[in-house]
Nanobody, 124 residues
Framework: RAQLVESGGGSVQAGGSLRLSCATS????????VGWFRQAPGKEREGVAS???????LYADSVQDRFTISRDSATDTVYLQMNDLRPEDDGTYFC??????????????????WGQGTQVTVSS
């Protein structure tokens, strides 16, 4: 059983919005740091946002003020609300988790658990 399951990707026009979801309930202990990452074809994977179990958040400069990461402890789900989407936001989005509740190393930290990814396509 996959421990991280993403959903919510799709195709939108520039300026539109999408909300991605990452289900973490398969973990015996879902009290983990969770991050969102993305990878566009031909480019390296980059960190987008992270959230500790205690809801301390961190964003990449490129998405600051447009994306919001949040978590619902009742359902063990982490969300990424993406507004004002741009063509450069195109890519496969992955959620990932660390072993602990804090995000050690921020978006450059070691994330040992990964979802299968969900595609986001933004047309201009």
């Amino acid at each position: 059983r996959a421990q991280l399951v993403e959903s919510g990707g799709g195709s939108v026009q520039a300026g539109g919005s999408l909300r991605l979801s990452c289900a973490t309930s398969a973990f015996r202990n879902p009290r983990r740091c969770v991050g969102w990452f993305r990878q566009a074809p031909g480019k390296e994977r980059e960190g987008v946002a992270s959230i500790t179990y205690y809801r301390v958040v961190l964003y990449a400069d490129s998405v600051q003020d447009r994306f919001t990461i949040s978590r619902d402890s009742a359902t063990d789900t982490v969300y990424l609300q993406m507004n004002d989407l741009r063509p450069e936001d195109d890519g496969t989005y992955f959620c990932a988790a660390q072993d602990g509740a804090m995000c050690v190393g921020g978006l450059d930290g070691r994330f040992d658990f990964w979802g299968q990814g969900t595609q986001v396509t933004v047309s201009s």
